[in-house]
């Protein structure tokens, strides 16, 4: 069974930084990424690390968060925080072979100014 578990949300003052843990089992993921959703907003992509090796992010979050992965669990390490961006954030993988597509079920991220 495939499973994504997400891990380390909580609430922080603005400035203050927290760090995302999503470990994924039951296959092997390709591309993995981090998503958020803020209250009455859609949700957004934030953070992409393919299993090249390479990232990329969201305008909004570039030289503030950091995607890192260790096999099949990626993390987010976010600095800097700020109120906007308080939202759930959920992980998302892409199964290597079957390319089918898996979400967790999300932590929520409170940042207070």
């Known amino acids: 069974q495939v499973q994504l578990v997400e891990s380390g949300g909580g609430l922080v003052q603005a400035g203050g930084s927290l760090r995302l843990s999503c470990a994924a089992s039951g296959s092997i993921f390709s591309t993995m990424m981090w998503y958020r959703q803020a209250p009455g907003k859609q949700r957004e992509l934030v953070a992409v690390?393919?299993?090249?090796?390479s990232t990329n992010y969201a305008d909004s979050v570039k030289g503030r968060f950091t995607i890192s992965r260790v096999g099949n669990t990626v993390y987010l390490q976010m600095n800097s925080l700020k109120p906007e961006d308080t939202a759930v954030y959920y992980c998302?993988?892409?199964?290597?072979?079957?390319?089918?597509?898996?979400w967790g079920q999300g932590t929520q991220v409170t940042v207070s100014s």
């Open positions: 998302n993988g892409y199964e290597m072979y079957s390319g089918n597509s898996h």
């Open positions: 690390d393919t299993s090249g090796g």
